[in-house]
């Protein structure tokens, strides 16, 4: 699956890349909105993960965009943590909204259920046992 990064700032964009490939994931990278218009124009994007301030294109008004034509997941990791801005974020279409700093574990888990969600894979048909300690779940 591939993964789109709209992050402004070099070391947390290759520390995201870093983790979202060590789980599996292919991923593409932005260094603004613009630059995400453009990856999503010329690759099969499966998922977003962008910051909301960012130069030339913020993160609200790229999926602004985006919402024109696609209904991709879409989750922003972003400093902005004030109601007001994870409500218009979410209202907007986003599908999830993260302050940093973040655990990558947990991004790395809502990546994969958002994917999960919004695309049929085969190992999702069946329900997987899940053993954690000396309970098990199904899901």
């Known amino acids: 699956m591939n993964v789109l990064v709209a992050e402004d700032e070099k070391d ?3 520390l995201l890349r ?7 994931y292919t991923v593409f990278l932005a260094k603004d909105g613009i630059e995400a218009l453009e990856e999503i124009k010329n690759n099969t994007i499966d998922l977003g993960i962008f910051d ?7 993160g609200f008004n790229l999926l602004r965009k985006i ?9 922003f990791l972003t400093a902005r943590g004030d109601d007001m801005d994870k409500v218009l974020g979410l209202g907007l279409g986003g599908d999830d909204y993260l ?11 809502r990546v994969g259920a958002h994917l999960r969600r919004n695309y049929e894979y085969p190992e999702t048909k ?3 046992k899940v053993s954690i300690g000396l309970r098990k779940f199904v899901s």
């Open 99 to 109: 302050v940093k700093p973040v655990s990558m574990t947990e991004l790395i888990a």
């Open 18 to 24: 870093l983790h979202l490939e060590e789980a599996g």
């Open 126 to 128: 069946t329900a997987k």
């Open 12 to 14: 947390i964009r290759n």
């Open 67 to 75: 919402r024109e034509t696609s209904q991709m997941p879409v989750i």
């Open 52 to 58: 909301v301030m960012m130069p030339r294109l913020d």
